[in-house]
């Protein structure tokens, strides 16, 4: 069953949105990051946004997944977003001392996707600068 | 002839007294095996009553004695460890206590005393060492010492026989067994009072402890309810010292008071987290106006709590580091440089407002 299972990834306007729910594999992981490649270089995107309310616990390996895939998508031109996350996830993140420094974060879907329209320059986040030329 | 009657008369003497001491050897066998029947019978008595009273042992003994021996008169003198008196412990036929009196029986002691086994003591000699004595020890007595532990601890003695025979050897000798008897019975009663008085012991330090058991119990149910209520004071505390205020549309602030530990900081994190987002604020102003010293710990609590907050979306400032806060933490090298600082709520909220401003125009200018 997992062997045919994906992450879906839906294109809304100019911007990508995957729902994380459950637990992450390594296949998936791979998976989703070529899904998500591919879909950038299909072209038209300019946002991606990860939401994360179907988290309950996240350990490492998704965390640096989710970071890998931010990473990726900066590579190629797209801001990523994460919104949603749960308080006890993001307490168990700062008390693991994991940062997701390559992704911003908002606070729901709504949020996220007013961010990455309004494409302001965010002051003092780890990444993203004074926004784009 | 004159020979002949002289032979047949020794003869005739000679089997008489064979046949005299068969006789009496007969009855010295009948006294003995009654002697040693009887004495059975005190020790089945004494080791079933296991008595422990002195006074009763002694009346027990003597009375048994009595009326194997067949006397009226008889009684048991014990020497009194305290004082070093004798006293009447246990007496027979005597119709008046006062009649037998330790201090007169006492003087019988020392001539007891010399042989320790059983003796008679002719009446003579009785009047002489007591002149007092009740009449009934007119006859002269027999008598033996009880001895416990090689020491003398007490006298046995009985009157003439009621027929007014002599005491033969076999009474003697009976006597001997009987004050061995008391002397084992007067052993076993210490050990006995001993015994229970170590069960007594025993008992109570039983009780003791079990009381002092239930009192430890009461004591630790009542700091049980004091740390419960000290449990929930705390609590109280806690909820009332980070209160976290609406201050604006999207706007929450968290003004922290006094010291800042792990467990309060754990408290603060948890529940700004979830107001965040049961309120979805945008931006959280955390105050620390109030704090008047910090640590490396205080500031690692403080950029974890923030970093919490930013990672669910909300942007946080921190506002109100006092001077002395402030040079602190640049000298103990904490870098806060991640994070907006201000210098009050006022400007911490008037910063909150230009941010919205700026993002409103900014969604204006998208559409």
Do not use: Y
């Amino acid at each position: 069953m997992t062997e045919t299972f994906r992450i879906p990834i839906i294109k809304l306007k100019d911007n990508l949105i995957v729902s994380i729910q459950g637990s992450l594999g390594d296949r998936l992981v791979i998976q989703l990051k070529e899904d998500i490649t591919s879909a950038i270089e299909r072209g038209g995107v300019r946002g991606l946004v990860i939401d994360l309310s179907g988290i309950d616990v996240m350990d490492s390996f998704i965390s640096r997944a989710i970071r890998d895939i931010g990473l990726v998508a900066r590579l190629m031109g797209v801001r990523a977003v994460i919104s949603g996350m749960e308080p006890m996830v993001a307490m168990t993140l700062v008390e693991m001392g994991m940062g997701l420094e390559s992704v911003k974060a908002a606070l729901n879907l709504e949020a996220a996707l007013d961010m990455l329209a309004r494409d302001a320059p965010r002051p003092l986040e780890g990444f993203g600068g004074k926004g784009r030329g | 002839m004159t020979l002949d009657n002289k032979g047949n008369d020794s003869a005739r003497d000679e089997r008489q007294r064979l046949r005299d001491r068969i006789a009496d050897l007969e009855l010295s066998l009948k006294r003995t095996t009654e002697g040693l029947q009887f004495q059975q019978m005190i020790m089945k008595t004494f080791t079933s009553l296991a008595l422990t009273d002195k006074g009763a042992i002694c009346d027990t003994i003597i009375s048994l004695v009595a009326s194997h021996l067949e006397v009226a008169h008889g009684g048991a003198m014990l020497l009194d460890m305290e004082s070093g008196s004798v006293v009447v412990a246990g007496q027979q036929g005597f119709s008046q206590p006062r009649e037998l009196d330790g201090a007169g029986a006492g003087r019988l002691w020392a001539s007891v005393m010399e042989e320790r086994i059983a003796r008679i003591i002719p009446g003579a000699e009785v009047a002489r060492l007591w002149p007092g004595r009740p009449q009934a020890l007119a006859g002269g007595v027999a008598a033996v010492a009880i001895d416990v532990r090689e020491r003398t601890v007490g006298l046995l003695f009985v009157a003439q026989k009621r027929s007014g025979d002599d005491f033969v050897a076999e009474d003697l000798h009976f006597m001997n067994t009987a004050s061995g008897i008391a002397a084992m019975a007067l052993t076993s009663a210490e050990a006995i009072t001993a015994q229970q008085e170590l069960f007594r012991d025993v008992e109570t330090q039983a009780a003791q402890a079990q009381r002092e058991a239930q009192e430890k119990e009461k004591a630790l149910k009542e700091l049980d309810q004091k740390l419960e209520i000290i449990g929930r004071q705390q609590l109280a505390i806690q909820e009332l010292s980070t209160p976290i205020l609406q201050l604006w549309d999207n706007v929450l602030a968290l003004p922290v008071i006094g010291v800042v530990d792990s467990k309060r900081s754990a408290d603060i994190m948890e529940r700004l987290l979830s107001e965040i987002t049961i309120k979805q604020s945008r931006f959280v102003i955390l105050d620390i106006t109030g704090v008047e010293v910090v640590d490396t710990k205080t500031a690692d609590h403080f950029i974890k709590v923030i970093k919490a907050a930013e990672l669910l979306g909300t942007r946080c400032i921190l506002t109100g580091i006092r001077p002395a806060v402030a040079q602190t933490l640049v000298e103990i090298g904490v870098d806060l440089s991640s994070i907006i600082t201000l210098r009050n709520l006022q400007d911490g909220l008037r910063e909150c407002l230009r941010q919205m401003a700026e993002h409103e125009e900014a969604a204006r200018a998208v559409r």
